[in-house]
């Protein structure tokens, strides 16, 4: 079929995204979760890529993700707010607007070469009409708009529906059970089903896919299904952490024996870092400093494989510093696509990383809302504002950084250091203890 | 050959111990080392048994291989001392003694079934005549009595002599150049080729041997060689880290290609955790809390891989609650050797671990000097006293807790809690982070 007009030299592979929600680096036995509880996320690792610096775009659900789908820093997409504490950005329940219809999303793009694409999961980027995942370019979808705090009690905590495609059809809590009590859901276990059998309804029509894999088993409060609840050695949080593993090897093990494992490049990675403040609760950044919603590596570097057989060589490990950004880039330099040339793209092509093992010379920015608190360059991290929290939220009792105090870096003010920056070496300082000057 | 009395059910195997010097459990890419530059111990664990919860039996040098060496805590075998600092044992220059002669050493016990036994690398178990490793039933020694702490100005800091056997060859930083400035030192290449060596000529002569492979090239001043400095993403530290790890996979290598890996059973450990009181000249304890000289789980957690191709399954890992002293039981039993039986022995022989991945029951006892400072039983750790350093030592800037303070846990006083000792589950805050009472 040669002459059929196929380009074989440039076949546009199914592209399959895992995103955890609030999983941190050091949950992985591959990144040295002492409990060594993911075989098949580290067995994924020796068959792919290993990324141990790989990073958000923004250390809080909605602008990570939003930056992810946009391959844009979120004060590009406009997809943040600084209104909350400690200059985060999310989406509350009171936000009525989403990801501005200006920017083009991934599935958008990827639509231009036939691709069929589904979020599994959580949204999260506009939870009202007009700004939900099929008005955005995703073709189907079942998931939830929002996080699942709750439950629902029709007074101050708006309700989290779950939609199949358009359809709005239950709720968290009563019709998609989380029992509060003893953590028991059968959520995951849904999103697994959902993404197998889109995964198989593509695989049989041939047609090039998209699966935004996106549970939320991770974000507290913490879910497993009743064969995972008390199994791990971590507690509720391992056993949510189980219940992934064995759904992410679930997936490989299908695209293997559906036949088309060669055909499709999968990346896993989390949204932000660990929640710390969620205590034993919550997961583990392993050496890195503090947590989610702060600037510091626990809050921004993320656990990250690619895996590819026969184009991503197996077993390696790659010191380029990624970005979600580069899932944007790199998914539609994949699809065979010219990247939008009207704006300005903050993602890589990851092609020359993933296929030769590259290290592409690029910065990493962390930011906090719209204000860049940090820069890394090559080894070297230069904070321009260090914080925390509040000492008003310190004191009752909301901790980013538990049992970690590093004086004039943790600090519960916002502090400026922009004319003499706090540098670090990341190399020999991954926790960022000892500032350089 | 079964007519001859030989017991082939039982091999006796050639035994190899690869005790790394303050190296942490984090410094392996295995256990979550960012930089991932031990290939060769990731390949070990891959091929062989990993210990995520393996333990030294003191977070010092000395009494560390005085343990490992007898099987027997510090308490017992009276290879302590508490006038130190912290309550801390180690070996001072001034120490005229050594091991007691009426503890038996592992070389003594295997010599009794043939095997020939060399020490390479530090012994730190009396530095004087009448206590150094011929005198204590290895047959063979090439290094140094002491740790490098240096150099020599003749007239406070004494001399660090290196042994080849029973003679004296030279001295550290003299006739064994470690240049302070740069860091550069041959000694981990001369020890990696008297390793080489002995096995070459055991294998050549079909005798059984046992090795004890001790480099100290992690120890402050930390260093390594021309082919290394430079190399690692880590500075000095890591340099001398994928020094070791190269010789490691030197090792293993030789044994494959002499055709003995089969008949070698392997053990790579440390011999207490990172010296986070060096700062970025120190390891890392991962996501553990404090180091060296302490009884937090970054003090005596230790990196721990067990290697025997064809005898223990490849690509396992154990839940074992492990110890440097079940090194001695299980070598004596891997020998075929009977324990002795007129003292108490607390290894464990750890062969139902080995072959079949049991777990056996047991406590992890955290001593400093002769303190019972903690025990962990099953994923709980309860302290009965707690430790960091004195505010005396704290205030001078020597710190064992850098970055970290958890509030109650790492005083700078000796605090009981023997009436309600502090407890942790470890499986869910392995950093001892969050007290269940
Ligand atoms: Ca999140
Ligand atoms: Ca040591």
Same sequence: chains 1, 2.
């Avoid at 400690?86 to 231009?112: D, S």
């Avoid at 189907?140 to 029709?154: K, R, S, V």
């Avoid at 901790?399 to 190399?427: K, R, S, Y």
Wanted: hydrophobic share 35%; charged share 20%.
């Amino acid at each position: 079929s040669v002459w059929t007009g196929d380009d074989f030299s440039a076949p546009t592979p199914n592209i399959i995204i895992m995103l955890m929600d609030d999983m941190g680096w050091g949950d992985l036995g591959v990144f040295g979760q002492p409990s060594k509880e993911t075989p098949n996320l580290d067995r994924m690792a020796a068959e792919g890529m290993l990324f141990p610096n790989f990073y958000t775009a923004n250390p809080l659900c909605s602008p990570s993700r939003a930056s992810l789908l946009t391959g844009r820093l979120p004060v590009r997409n406009g997809f943040y707010t600084t209104n909350a504490h400690a200059r985060n950005a999310y989406t509350p329940q009171e936000v009525v607007g989403g990801i501005p219809q200006e920017e083009i999303l991934l599935p958008e793009m990827l639509k231009k070469k036939g691709y069929i694409s589904k979020i599994v999961g959580k949204w999260h980027l506009g939870h009202r009409p007009g700004h939900l995942p099929l008005e955005n370019g995703f073709d189907e979808w079942f998931g939830a708009p929002n996080c699942h705090f709750g439950p629902y009690n029709g007074i101050t905590t708006p309700n989290i529906p779950v939609y199949n495609n358009s359809e709005m059809v239950g709720r968290y809590y009563e019709d998609f059970q989380i029992d509060r009590k003893t953590g028991e859901s059968n959520l995951t276990q849904l999103y697994l089903q959902e993404g197998l059998g889109f995964i198989f309804t593509q695989a049989l029509a041939h047609r090039p896919f998209f699966l935004y894999w996106a549970p939320d088993a991770t974000h507290a409060p913490v879910y497993a299904s009743k064969n995972f609840l008390g199994k791990s050695q971590r507690g509720r949080y391992g056993d949510a952490v189980m219940e992934l593993d064995y759904s992410v090897g679930q997936i490989l093990d299908w695209l293997n024996l559906l036949g088309i494992a060669k055909n499709t490049f999968v990346f896993f990675t989390s949204d932000n870092g660990a929640a710390l403040m969620s205590g034993i609760m919550g997961g583990s950044n392993g050496p890195f400093l503090c947590g989610k919603e702060t600037t510091f590596e626990g809050g921004m570097r993320e656990p990250a494989i690619a895996w590819w057989p026969g184009h991503i060589p197996a077993g390696t490990v790659s010191r380029q510093l990624g970005s979600v950004m580069d899932l944007f880039t790199t998914s539609i330099a994949l699809a065979g696509l010219v990247a939008p040339d009207d704006r300005v793209l903050d993602g890589l092509d990851l092609r020359p990383v993933l296929f030769n093992n590259s290290v592409i010379d690029r910065p990493i920015f962390y930011y906090r809302g719209n204000e860049m608190m940090a820069v890394r360059v090559g080894p070297y991290k230069a904070h321009y504002w260090t914080w925390s929290n509040s000492w008003e939220e310190f004191n009752k009792g909301i901790n980013f950084c538990p049992g970690e105090e590093v004086a004039g870096i943790t600090t519960h003010t916002q502090e400026e250091h922009t004319l003499q920056p706090l540098i670090f070496h990341l190399g020999r300082d991954p926790g960022e203890k000892y500032p350089i000057r």
